[in-house]
């Protein structure tokens, strides 16, 4: 960590170059003799990053921006709220620390937190970042916290894990036992050490594998962002009853509520289906991912076009968690459609978007919403709408 970016001029530099290019402020001859052109590219380049995913660091003067992979590995200030809101008590223990967003909300709603991070100058960092964010009640520990829980004797109140996803040569991840640390090792020890436990884990990974393997899972937590699944979050507890809550929730749309059920209640539910009827919803994403496919209609009263279409009808307008449309014409698929301009959805049907746009010269865009499926019947359908 070199100090000498947060002088004065340097940050004012820093600050009149974030809509610069910066290959060429790294090519340029840098104009401090203590910071290279290298790193002020590199704060450039970091701090334009956070300008919307993290605000607070952005708009905080005297913040030290880390290498741009740490604050692409790191939550954004809505998931990180939206954790923090799911904790609560005197003590927390964050094993995997990285860029600190996640302990920063976490202090907000814990007495103490004690953040765990392996690489050195990061936790560095983050330890000059929290104070200047004014986070006064967070220890920073420079070091394996999955080791120092197995060489100390104090217990927590929860304990946050998000493990690393990406292997040695730097390839993608998902499976638990993949991750590092291997949180399946490590359950005993760390139900041993706190009540509560929150995980984060990859939103690929298949919610019932997630259950098969974990222990004590309370609930499951699929958290998207503007309609882009970002986190699935597991709270696992020594009280954990028989049967998991899913909560899925859309941050930033018009419908947040949360939408919770359980995986009995989903199986139990009997779809009703229909043709297009004047309405059609579309799940948001947090919720295809939960795997609401029947509860969703059910609690809705809605129709479902087909078993594998997850698209769904009614006579009336009503809210609804997900996209909806008020439908203008239902078309057979044929060889030729009456479109030259649309914004296509494809559900349950045998070509893709891109296949399609090139076989019918649709080009992308407008007011209008096309929706390629498939009825109840198996027959592939077209349903012309428009947005409300």
Request: aromatic content about 10%; some cysteine; glycine content about 6%.
């Amino acid at each position: 960590m070199n100090k000498s970016i947060l002088n004065t001029g340097v940050q004012s530099f820093i600050r009149n170059f974030l809509s610069d290019d910066i290959l060429s402020v790294a090519l340029k001859k840098s104009p401090f003799s203590n910071v290279s052109s290298q790193e002020l590219a590199q704060q450039i380049a970091s701090r334009s990053k956070c300008e919307h995913k993290l605000p607070d660091w952005f708009q905080n003067e005297g913040i030290y921006y880390p290498d741009k992979l740490h604050i692409e590995q790191a939550s954004s200030e809505q998931t990180a709220e939206y954790k923090a809101g799911m904790v609560h008590g005197n003590s927390l223990a964050d094993l995997t620390g990285g860029m600190g967003v996640d302990s920063y909300y976490f202090s907000q709603r814990m007495a103490r937190v004690y953040y765990f991070e392996t690489k050195a100058e990061l936790a560095e960092i983050s330890a000059h970042n929290l104070k200047v964010l004014g986070a006064d009640n967070i220890d920073i520990c420079s070091g394996d916290g999955v080791a120092r829980l197995k060489n100390n004797t104090r217990v927590y109140d929860w304990i946050y894990l998000d493990p690393s996803r990406r292997a040695e040569n730097n390839r993608r991840v998902f499976r638990l036992e993949e991750g590092f640390p291997n949180v399946l090792e490590i359950l005993p020890l760390l139900f041993s050490k706190a009540d509560n436990i929150l995980l984060k884990t990859a939103p690929m990974l298949d919610i019932h594998e997630g259950l098969r393997v974990l222990q004590q899972v309370v609930s499951i937590h699929v958290v998207a962002v503007r309609n882009e699944v970002k986190e699935l979050l597991w709270i696992l507890g020594k009280s954990a009853k028989s049967e998991a809550d899913i909560v899925a929730i859309n941050l930033g749309s018009e419908q947040e509520e949360p939408f919770v059920f359980t995986l009995a209640e989903e199986q139990a539910c009997e779809s009703i289906y229909s043709p297009p009827q004047e309405y059609l919803y579309e799940p948001n994403a947090a919720l295809l991912k939960a795997g609401a496919f029947k509860s969703i209609g059910v609690r809705t009263g809605l129709a479902k076009l087909h078993p594998h279409s997850h698209l769904y009808t009614g006579h009336e307008a009503m809210p609804f968690p997900g996209r909806r449309f008020k439908v203008e014409a239902v078309h057979p698929y044929s060889k030729k459609m009456p479109f030259k301009k649309a914004n296509i959805t494809t559900r349950n049907f045998p070509i893709s978007v891109a296949a399609l746009r090139k076989k019918h010269r649709i080009s992308d865009g407008g007011n209008s919403y096309i929706f390629f499926t498939k009825t109840i019947k198996e027959q592939l359908v077209v349903i012309e709408c428009v947005k409300f």
